[in-house]
């Protein structure tokens, strides 16, 4: 079946430094991807997203490249800020249900 | 504004007792899902509606039960016969699969935490 898996955390960063979580997937067809953000208390908010190969979403200094031969969707940042932190979920969509999320990777900025 | 509200934010409940959360949106969306979220662990499905009067078991549905009486709202009640239901409890909404674009793009409530007694 579908699933998505992602680098486990937490992971430690000091402010201003470059950020990768690392997410791949598995499915039939041809997935949707999505990166959600949850911030200590809320519900997810949706950071970026891509629908085909090739396709990069961007949002709030945020990027990740849908790699179909990689099956991969690695969430980047090239300096990352104290209210980056959060839990990161990434997340596919093949249209038969409803959304396949990874485990989420809890990202800690130090000032 | 357009959004999905979930109530109470907070939920306390003693062993034995049935309790409903609430779940409503003004997206005019046709899909609409709740996910159960514990202490450093992703997101599972409970149960999922497509449209309004049907709705479909998720991968933890034991314990649980759903209505979609109205489009806009999908109640979730935690039974007695739910085992450890302290959690968070996230709802979401999509446009459906109705809608013809290439993904299903979900938006979340603000959850409700709760804690059995």
């Known amino acids: 079946g579908d699933s998505v898996t992602q680098m486990e955390g937490p992971v430690t960063l000091s402010e201003e430094a470059f950020l990768t979580i690392n997410c791949t997937y598995t499915a039939t067809g041809y997935p949707s991807l999505f990166w959600y953000v949850q911030y200590p208390g809320e519900g997810l908010q949706l950071l970026l997203k891509a629908t085909k190969a090739d396709d990069k979403g961007s949002n709030k200094g945020f990027e990740a490249t849908y790699r179909k031969e990689t099956t991969s969707f690695h969430l980047e940042k090239g300096s990352v800020q104290v209210s980056d932190s959060a839990v990161y979920f990434c997340?596919?969509?093949?249209?038969?249900?409803?959304?396949?999320f990874g485990s989420g990777t809890r990202l800690q900025v130090q000032p | 504004d357009g959004g999905i509200t979930q109530s109470p934010k907070y939920l306390f409940r003693k062993e034995g007792q049935n309790v409903t959360l609430s779940c409503e949106q003004n997206?005019?969306?046709?899909?609409m899902y709740w996910y159960r979220q514990d202490p450093g662990q992703g997101l599972r499905l409970i149960y999922y509606?497509?449209?309004?009067?049907?709705?479909q078991k998720g991968d933890i549905a034991e314990g649980y039960s759903v209505s979609r009486e109205k489009k806009e709202s999908f109640p979730l009640t935690v039974t007695s016969a739910q085992k450890n239901p302290t959690a968070f409890y996230l709802c979401a909404s999509s446009p459906g699969l109705a809608v013809q674009t290439s993904y299903n793009e979900q938006f979340f409530g603000p959850g409700t935490r709760l804690t059995v007694l």
């Open positions: 997206l005019n969306h046709d899909a």
């Open positions: 997340a596919l969509d093949t249209g038969r249900r409803a959304l396949t």
């Open positions: 509606s497509q449209i309004v009067n049907d709705f």
